[in-house]
């Protein structure tokens, strides 16, 4: 759910891995400056998908920031090894 500085436009449903199938709140990016994930920040020329768990946020210079959750990045360096 967005916090309250990255206000949803509207929800879609989005695939993500292993959670599978979710309600997602759709950000502008314009207008986010924190949220938390599930949720889809839009730009004009791109599509982001922050995962559950993560944290998505504007930085100073404007960079989209995304801070995975520990579990997140653990069962992604799993599948790295697996695939190696």
């Given at each position: 759910?967005?916090?309250?500085?990255?206000?949803?436009?509207?929800?879609?449903?989005?695939?993500?891995g292993?959670?599978?199938?979710?309600?997602?709140?759709?950000?502008p990016?314009?207008?986010?400056s924190?949220?938390?994930?599930?949720?889809?920040?839009?730009?004009?020329d791109?599509?982001?998908?922050v995962?559950?768990?993560?944290?998505?946020?504007?930085?100073?210079?404007?960079?989209?920031?995304?801070?995975l959750?520990?579990?997140?990045?653990?069962?992604a360096?799993?599948?790295q090894?697996?695939?190696?």
């Open positions: 759910m967005p916090s309250a500085s990255g206000r949803a436009a509207s929800t879609q449903r989005a695939f993500f292993a959670a599978g199938w979710l309600d997602a709140p759709v950000i990016r314009t207008a986010l924190e949220a938390q994930g599930p949720c889809i920040v839009t730009d004009p791109a599509t982001t998908l995962p559950p768990g993560a944290v998505a946020k504007v930085t100073a210079t404007g960079s989209l920031e995304i801070v959750a520990a579990k997140t990045v653990a069962a360096e799993e599948r090894e697996e695939n190696a």
